[in-house]
């Protein structure tokens, strides 16, 4: 292989940027446009190249169009290709819609490099839980088969294991037994990444590096038995994805983001 061919792949995760239709939106008294824009800030500083760009659920916090066109508007200024899949505040028909098609959205199969990324839909439209459906887990467990040669990532939106948060625990994917069931028959997985937990988390099983990524705007406190906000700053992660299989990862968070939580807003 040439010196080119050893590169690493360079991803970027981008998750749980809660959009609203109005640039003013709010959640938990952040606004979320501005929390958004420092992140990307962030990320054209830290990326001088990106290969592929994750979006991994709840773009929106209501659904609109608008909140879509304008998720859209700020990754075009990075030139990479980006790949969305629906978290549990998602509508998928305005998704299609921004995106011009299906191919970018979840379910779907990446090809980067000698890597392959398979995005699935865990949500149900209006409902906060995740649940595969049939056609999801056949999805999976067929590019697995076509992907045999490839190291592989699989994303998500919601989480497949606990992270040890009580009140986020009830919303682990209901049938996460029958999604880890096709993983585990397939040795070339070499990570599982998911957002909606709105914190960072590395774990290990069998083998396979199991990665959860900040918001774009309020952080969840890690371990809380009850609903709580954590004090750390909005952030991203990136990935190089080596030929040999490697994954080295970083998350990057930005600066000084400071607000005063409204504990009278439902529906995070």
């Known amino acids: 292989m040439t010196q080119t061919d050893q590169r690493p792949q360079r991803v970027v995760q981008i998750s749980d940027c809660h959009l ?156 996460a037994s029958d999604f880890w069931a096709v993983l585990d028959g397939f040795e070339h997985v070499k990570a599982v990444v998911w957002g909606h937990v709105h914190q960072e988390s590395d774990q290990l099983r069998r083998g396979v590096r199991l990665l959860s990524v900040p918001s774009t705007c309020v952080q969840f406190k890690p371990k809380s038995e009850d609903f709580a906000v954590d004090d750390v700053s909005p952030g991203y992660r990136w990935f190089d994805l080596h030929p040999d299989g490697r994954i080295d990862t970083v998350v990057s968070r930005v600066e000084g983001v400071k607000f005063e939580v409204d504990f009278s807003v439902k529906g995070y």
Not at 53 to 64: E, V, Y
Not at 84 to 95: E, F, Y
Not at 101 to 126: A, F, K, Q
Request: charged share 20%; net charge negative.
């Open 20 to 175: 609203f239709a109005s640039t003013a939106g709010r959640l938990l008294g952040l606004n979320t446009e501005d929390s958004l824009r420092l992140v990307l800030d962030r990320v054209a500083a830290d990326q001088p190249h990106i290969d592929v760009i994750l979006a991994t659920g709840d773009l929106s916090q209501d659904g609109t169009t608008a909140a879509y066109d304008r998720f859209h508007q700020h990754l075009a200024r990075f030139g990479a290709p980006s790949y969305w899949l629906q978290g549990n505040h998602d509508l998928t028909s305005p998704m299609v819609n921004t995106l011009g098609g299906r191919s970018h959205l979840s379910p779907c199969l990446i090809e980067v490099g000698d890597w392959r990324i398979i995005m699935l839909n865990s949500s149900v439209e209006h409902e906060v839980p995740g649940k595969f459906q049939p056609q999801e887990l056949d999805f999976l467990r067929q590019s697995l088969e076509s992907t045999r040669g490839h190291h592989t990532m699989v994303c998500l939106h919601h989480h497949p294991v606990p992270m040890g948060c009580a009140w986020l625990d009830t919303q682990v994917v209901e049938n």
